[in-house]
Structures are given as structure tokens and as C-alpha cells.
């Protein structure tokens, strides 16, 4: 059972990341570029799952994935399964609950970029694709980095949301944050030291590797 939530829970993370990834790289790149007064709007929006209690996002995610509502019903039709209490829904209430995670820091990269650069390359010739792929990305690779195992370690690290669109099935939604909940509720506290301390381990790993690479940024 603990291997099954191992593998699942890196099922959901990297399935996770790379979806912040595609949708939040050119997100990012639309905000810090942006002159509109929506835009404070749209940050708040992005940041919210950053200061809103996971169960508060839970519960509108779990009213919005039911077939008596529109998003739900859209799934239904397309899929003739429901988005609560699946896979496909713990993807959907992850993306959204660590999407601040890979936007912000990415957003505050692309702002310090060098515009001159852009600028130059625009006199060239280039497109503004061929900008972003040539100059905007190779530029911000340290960003990317960061922004991925952001978004990765707190996809991980998900309890309450995961608990209340996916609930505790095993194989299905039961990932290692509840499999931990589970053994310490039913007292199996070998396999909740076993779980919590190989998060533990995760986490300390993953911090150290991401506090490194950013001082030899800096030091550059």
C-alpha cells in the first residue's frame, strides 16, 4: 500500500509540474509584461491559493466538479466519470493550488530581465517567439529551475486540498500526506514514521539543492 502511494504521489507531482510549467511559463511572461489595470487583479487570483486555507479552495473545487454544476457536468460528458474523488481531479485542484508557486518567481525573473536585449533582438528581425525561445528562456534557465521544484515539492506536500476533492482511496487518491494522516489515525506509527521521515528527508534535500543553486546564481 505505502509503495502505491509513493508511486502516485509522483505521478501527481509530475504530472503537476508539468502542466504549471506549460501554462505558467507564458503566464508569468503575460504579467510581468503587462500595463493593464487588471493586472494586480489577475496577481491576486494567481497568489490567492497562497494565503486562502486549502479546505476554502477545496470546498468551491468540489462544488465545481459536481455534475450538477457546469465544470463538472463538461467532464462528465466528456469523460463519463466524475472529477471529485479521482485522479484527474487531485490534477486539477493541485495545478491550481501551486500555481503561485511556479508564477511569482518566474514573473519576478522575467521583470529583471535585460529589455535591451529584446529590443535588439527585435531590430534583427526576430519574432517575438523567436525572442522568448533565443533570449527570454536561455536567460531565466536558474528561474525555471527553481520554479519547477517549487512547484513540485509543494505538489508533494498537498493535504488539505487533496483530502477534500480526492478523499482516501487507496490507488486511486490515497498520495503519501494522507497515506501519513491514515497510519497515525489508526495508529500504525511505524509506517507514519517511516512516511513522515522520508518526507522529512525530501524536503531538507530538495531545500538544500534549491538554496545552492540560488547563491551561485548570485555570486555571478
Known amino acids: 500500500m505505502l509503495s502505491a502511494a509513493v508511486w502516485l504521489t509522483l505521478k501527481l507531482a509530475l504530472t503537476t509540474t508539468l502542466i504549471l510549467m506549460v501554462t505558467g511559463i507564458p503566464l508569468a511572461w503575460k504579467l510581468s509584461t503587462m500595463r493593464s489595470r487588471l493586472r494586480p487583479v489577475i496577481e491576486a487570483l494567481v497568489g490567492l491559493p497562497l494565503v486562502l486555507p486549502p479546505t476554502v479552495l ?6 465545481a466538479f459536481s455534475p450538477n454544476n457546469p465544470p463538472g457536468q463538461l467532464w462528465l460528458s466528456m469523460t ?12 486539477v485542484a493541485s495545478v491550481l493550488y501551486s500555481l503561485p508557486f511556479v508564477v511569482q518567481p518566474l514573473q519576478r525573473s522575467f521583470e529583471q530581465l535585460d529589455h535591451g536585449l529584446l529590443e535588439a533582438a527585435a531590430m534583427l528581425g526576430a519574432c517575438r517567439l523567436d525572442r522568448f525561445m533565443t533570449i527570454v528562456l536561455p536567460n531565466t534557465q536558474r528561474a525555471l529551475l527553481l520554479a519547477a521544484c517549487m512547484g513540485f515539492a509543494h505538489t508533494v506536500g498537498e493535504f488539505g486540498v487533496v483530502l477534500m476533492i ?26 507514519a514514521h517511516t512516511i513522515a521521515g522520508g518526507l522529512l528527508a525530501f524536503a531538507m534535500a530538495l531545500l538544500v539543492v534549491l538554496y545552492s543553486i540560488d547563491r551561485r546564481g548570485n555570486q555571478r
Do not use: H
Not at 166 to 191: K, R
Open 58 to 63: 477545496g470546498f468551491y473545487l468540489l462544488l
Open 166 to 191: 480526492g478523499g482516501n482511496i487507496p490507488g486511486e487518491t490515497q498520495v503519501l500526506s494522507i497515506a501519513l494522516f491514515d497510519a497515525v489515525e489508526t495508529q500504525q506509527f511505524e509506517t
Open 80 to 91: 463519463g466519470s466524475t472529477l471529485a474523488f479521482s485522479f484527474s481531479g487531485l490534477v
